[in-house]
């Protein structure tokens, strides 16, 4: 099966004299044109010349889609090349220093946590809340 359009074009070509010759002797017989479908020579020819013309939209389908796609390569290509300019980054907002270790000990007493206890008793958890001791 030819794929290029030249070479289907010549089918399709000579599907169409084919159907057109069996159409024009059909007629000369006299048979009417509603009993043409009938004949099963000309159901032959007739499903030939529209697999070729399937054929041939099909074939320049893929052709618009082969060229659509080269030109996508070619245009990922040339931006690959061509360099992008970095976009300006805005500058970050300056971070307070950190306290050093005199200021953090001046802050808490030694021995003394934020947030916890300083009694030295542990704090009970919720499984001893519920039992009693005996």
Same mark, same amino acid.
């Given at each position: 099966? &030819?794929?290029?359009?030249?070479g @289907?074009e010549?089918? $399709?070509? +000579?599907a169409?004299?084919d159907? !057109?010759?069996?159409?024009? %002797?059909?007629?000369?017989s006299?048979?009417?044109?509603?009993?043409?479908r009938?004949h099963?020579?000309w159901?032959?020819l007739?499903?030939r010349r529209?697999r070729?013309?399937l054929?041939?939209?099909? &074939?320049d389908?893929?052709?618009? @889609?082969q060229?659509? $796609?080269? +030109?996508?390569?070619?245009?990922k !290509?040339?931006a690959?090349a %061509?360099?992008e300019p970095?976009?300006?980054?805005?500058?970050?907002?300056?971070?307070a220093?950190?306290?050093?270790k005199a200021?953090?000990a001046?802050k808490?007493p030694k021995?003394?946590?934020?947030?916890?206890q300083?009694?030295?008793?542990?704090s009970?958890?919720?499984k001893?809340?519920?039992?009693?001791? !005996?």
């Open positions: 099966m &030819a794929v290029r359009r030249p @289907l010549r089918q $399709l070509n +000579r169409r004299q159907l !057109a010759g069996l159409t024009s %002797a059909l007629e000369s006299g048979l009417p044109a509603e009993a043409r009938d099963p020579r159901r032959q007739h499903a529209r070729l013309e054929r041939l939209r099909s &074939a389908a893929l052709t618009a @889609l060229a659509d $796609l080269q +030109r996508r390569k070619a245009d !290509a040339a690959a %061509a360099p970095e976009p300006e980054k805005p500058a970050k907002a300056a971070k220093p950190k306290a050093s200021e953090k001046a808490a021995g003394e946590k934020s947030g916890k300083s009694d030295g008793k542990k009970e958890g919720k001893s809340q519920g039992k009693k001791s !005996a």
